[in-house]
């Protein structure tokens, strides 16, 4: 039976074979983050100009991996694609995508914008520069272009840029409801969802700004307790802290209680970016 590495090994120089022209292979996700568990799935990503269409890379892939089972493709053209797979009972997904996008992506976070788009399978939004999360915990397997380590380079250190964009940002929101007239009334009111979606908001916020502080790409909201559990500067007993904000009962004292702790994780926070 072969190891996780050989097996790592192997799903690349499959997937190298989907590509069209020069191509850097890597693995990614939670393997590559070392956060990988009995559920997870291996990623393989393919960074390329091109691949083959989706009929092919199935047909392709089963001649390569006869054992391959449940295959399947897709495409969102002209950036990025899929083909997704089980092998001996272990999910397997190789993602393919373009450079030039990523490489946008890179530049912009470098000149430290932060970009936060609406997307479905991220609900508290999607931020650009969490691919520099993915693309720091890349462990590269093959690249003999060097079609994706310059692009590695430039991110080798956190952006000072970007950190201070998220930084400054991360508290907005938080200024912007302390001792707000609708905050005021809806904690008065004990309007549950509201008080919610304003607490959400501002410990969204704030998450974002304690990465930037410790110099860590942001990860996504998959597993964050771990994530956070890393980072070296941070308030005592952080996640269980947004955790008891964010849950609890729904009278105004309790709503008023949960808003004056969150504050003053505001305030840790805060001190720590001076």
């Known amino acids: ?37 009995a559920q997870s799935d291996i990623d393989i990503y393919v960074f ?4 083959l269409p989706d009929a092919e890379r199935v047909a ?3 001649q390569l991996l006869p054992n ?25 997904e190789i993602w393919f995508r373009q450079l030039a996008p990523i490489a946008g992506i890179v530049a912009r ?5 932060a970009v936060r788009r609406y997307v479905t399978w991220t609900p508290n939004g999607y931020y650009e520069h969490c691919a520099l999360a993915d693309l ?10 060097a079609v994706l380590t310059p692009l590695l380079e430039r991110i080798a250190f956190y952006p000072p840029a970007l950190r201070t964009t998220l930084m400054r940002h991360g508290l907005v929101s938080a200024g912007f409801w302390r001792n707000n007239f609708h905050l005021e009334t809806a904690l008065a009111r004990a309007d549950n969802y509201y008080l919610r979606s304003i607490a959400q908001q501002i410990v969204t916020d704030l998450i974002q700004a304690l990465f930037a502080i410790n110099r860590a790409h942001f990860p996504g909201d998959k597993k964050l307790s771990t994530h956070v559990g890393k980072l070296a500067d941070v308030p ?19 709503w008023r209680a949960r808003f004056a702790e969150l504050y003053r994780l505001v305030d840790e926070v805060a001190a720590l970016s001076a």
């Open 1 to 37: 039976m072969k190891t996780l590495d050989e097996l790592i090994r192997d799903l690349g120089a499959v997937a190298g074979e989907l590509a069209v022209g020069p191509c850097a292979i890597a693995l990614g996700g939670s393997h590559a983050k070392g956060v990988a568990d």
């Open 48 to 51: 390329a100009e091109s691949w």
């Open 60 to 62: 392709l892939l089963l």
């Open 68 to 92: 391959a089972a449940a295959a399947r493709s897709w495409s969102a053209p002209p950036e990025q694609a899929g083909t997704d797979f089980a092998l001996d009972g272990q999910e397997i």
């Open 109 to 113: 976070s470098v000149a430290g914008e």
């Open 136 to 145: 720091t915990s890349l462990r590269v397997l093959a690249d003999p272009r």
């Open 236 to 254: 005592e007993n952080f996640m269980a802290r947004v955790e008891a904000v964010l849950g609890g009962e729904g009278t105004s004292a309790a």
